[in-house]
T-cell receptor
């Protein structure tokens, strides 16, 4: 079974500052997708960003960007200009191969945003 | 569109009781799945379905049954509840694999307590 490691159980960031959440994984696949999901206190799972492993260019969605290092099997999330609404649990989740839709989730990183 | 609807939102059971968690989606998604989330853990896949009449096991299937008689519905059945099944359950759906789009849409979750 695939394992996903998020080494930072908790992190905090000052409002308007930048924070990076780390994620490493193992997979034997060459073509797969990786996702970051956000879970605020409401419990709703919300997609933040996704990356296709065959694309070398790192994905960006507004204030959110990733640093994808395929050889190192590393997929970190950078949040710029942090806002109070960014406070949540963040989960890294690679799938089991392109098109599989079966995600393996890390244990999550709890992000606090300090006003 | 309602998206993915889960019922009930909260449920308390006694050990040995049976119940069904309902999941319905109105997006004509072919892929549906059930995850459970325990404290300090990421989401873990229980069962999934790639279309009506087709189901398969995920990482933690023991103690759970599923069926998929229609595209819209994917109920999760606990035949004899155990305290170890106390968890928050999430249903998720997505487009067909062939389309290449693979973003999961999650329901709001169902919190189950087994006494």
């Amino acid at each position: 079974a695939q394992t996903v490691t998020q080494s930072q159980p908790e992190m905090s960031v000052q409002e308007a500052e930048t924070v990076t959440l780390s994620c490493t994984y193992d997979t034997s696949e060459s073509d797969y997708y990786l996702f970051w999901y956000k879970q605020p206190p409401s419990r709703q799972m919300i997609l933040v960003i996704r990356q296709e492993a065959y694309k070398q260019q790192n994905a960006t969605e507004n204030r959110f960007s990733v640093n994808f290092q395929k050889a190192a099997k590393s997929f970190s999330l950078k949040i710029s200009d942090s806002q109070l609404g960014d406070a949540a649990m963040y989960f890294c989740a690679p799938d089991s191969g392109a098109g599989s839709y079966q995600l393996t989730f890390g244990k999550g990183t709890k992000l606090s945003v300090i006003p | 569109n309602a998206g993915v609807t889960q019922t009930p939102k909260f449920q308390v059971l006694k050990t040995g009781q049976s119940m069904t968690l309902q999941c319905a989606q109105d997006m004509n998604h072919e892929y549906m799945s059930w995850y459970r989330q325990d404290p300090g853990m990421g989401l873990r896949l229980i069962h999934y379905s790639v279309g009506a009449g087709i189901t398969d096991q995920g990482e933690v299937p023991n103690g759970y049954n599923v069926s998929r008689s229609t595209t819209e519905d994917f109920p999760l059945r606990l035949l004899s509840a155990a305290p170890s099944q106390t968890s928050v359950y999430f249903c998720a759906s997505s487009y067909s694999i062939s389309s290449g789009a693979n973003v999961l849409t999650f329901g709001a979750g169902s919190r189950l307590t087994v006494l």
